[in-house]
């Protein structure tokens, strides 16, 4: 068998993702007899049918399944080792993008991303706000170099770099004067309010779901789920609804005495597991060790 050509290897997984030739030439930026002639070549040099052409979409082999298995493997490395001489080559501080999840947004960004400012003005930062599902989607498709969020419901993924940074502690607040502040109740009492959470792991919820009466292993639903904390505030502020979060996430509101603590009977501590995930054996840029030390630090000050 001759030596695979990477771009080949491009065309390839491109096609695999568009399931259209034309889709996929334009991706890559060939005209559609030149990408055609790319998949046939390689074909051909392999001595295997790589795709069932149809009327419409195209739909890989599972010859075609097992190389492109592969070559997204080969072409990720390729990637980092040219990211990777570039950092050794320029030996500079570079720009990096990453993911926090709703509470550490809340909890640790406020003071971190300042400092950062200050100390770094001229590196560029861009941070994505968003729930751990959809931060993992874009550490995948390695938009970001890494994501801070709770880590329970991540997929077990040896591709997956997971450091534990700590626990956020949460509970559940209402506004001044609601109805339930001020007395014990059981969760079903909380439920009967409405619930509005951040986007929660699946743990937490199933154990809300247990002590609602809920069948074994069903979980609780909030009646308002939204990874905008400052929203889910003004709700609760302005509502009889109930906001369950990280304790850190509220204590202006607390000290101000414009939202309460519920006392709810039955319930262990809850906290949120943090930690930061990225791509294992992807070498984060310097700029990103330092926002990870950053992060680490500000855990500890929570």
Known sequence: MQ???????????????ERHFLRAAERVHLSQPAFSRS???????LGQRLFDRGPGEVRPTPAGDFLIARARRLLFESRCLQRDFALYRDGRLGDTAFGVGPFPAATLLPTLLPRLR???????????????????????????EFFVSDIRDLPEDPLLDIRPLGRLPGWFYARAGHP????????????R????????????????????????????????????????KRVALETDTVLFTADAAVRAELAEGRLVRLTIDGLPPLHAEMGIVSLRGRTPSPMAVLVIRGFGMAMVAA
Do not use: K
């Open 39 to 45: 998949i046939q070549t390689l074909e051909a040099e």
């Open 193 to 232: 309010y409405g619930l509005a959470s951040v986007h929660a792991p699946t743990e937490a919820m199933v154990m809300f779901g247990r002590h609602l009466g809920l069948a074994p292993g069903e979980a609780a639903t909030p009646i308002l789920e939204c990874d905008d904390l400052d929203l889910l």
């Open 118 to 144: 200050r100390d770094h003005e001229r590196v560029g930062l861009r941070v994505e706000i968003g729930n751990t599902p959809l931060l993992l989607d874009r550490l995948r498709a390695e938009d970001i």
């Open 3 to 17: 030596r695979v050509d990477l771009r080949r290897l491009d065309h390839l997984v491109a096609l695999a993702e």
């Open 180 to 191: 339930l502040a001020g007395a014990a109740v059981g969760l079903g009492t909380v439920w």
